[in-house]
């Protein structure tokens, strides 16, 4: 999915985004997304990321949103894996412990995040993801 830009410029992209992560290789599974309605804090450079990935054989999916006030991921089930690593534009990202929600809970924070103008998503928790575990 990195090398290949998309627009997304539906909620039914929103949906074709997830699809294709479903549908493709283990080593294609995150995507970054962007809302170019968004300020840019330097020119050309976005002041926020959103990251999507899905497990299409556990049907899990994870999120990260990184912007001025902090990084964060979405908080999962206690059952979710330990650890679990997604890949991005040729590197394996790892999360921490606990941060898998299900597919269609990603889809709809997706959503929310092209319909509130690129704002983190409201729809699911999210935790600090610090370095340091205890903050």
Known sequence: ???????????????ALIDELLAGPEDENLAQIIHLG??????GWPD????????????VGVLSFADGSGNYV?????????????????????????VEISVELAREAVKEFLVSGGKRPACVLWKCQCLDDDQ
Do not use: A
């Open 48 to 59: 926020h990321e959103l990251q999507v990935g899905v497990n299409k054989d556990l049907r």
């Open 74 to 98: 979405t908080v999962g089930t206690p059952e979710s894996r330990s650890s679990p690593e997604y890949h991005l534009g040729g590197h394996w990202v790892h999360f921490r412990d606990q």
């Open 1 to 15: 999915m990195g090398d290949r830009p998309h627009h997304l410029n539906s909620l039914e992209d929103g949906d």
């Open 38 to 43: 968004r300020e840019r804090v330097n020119p």
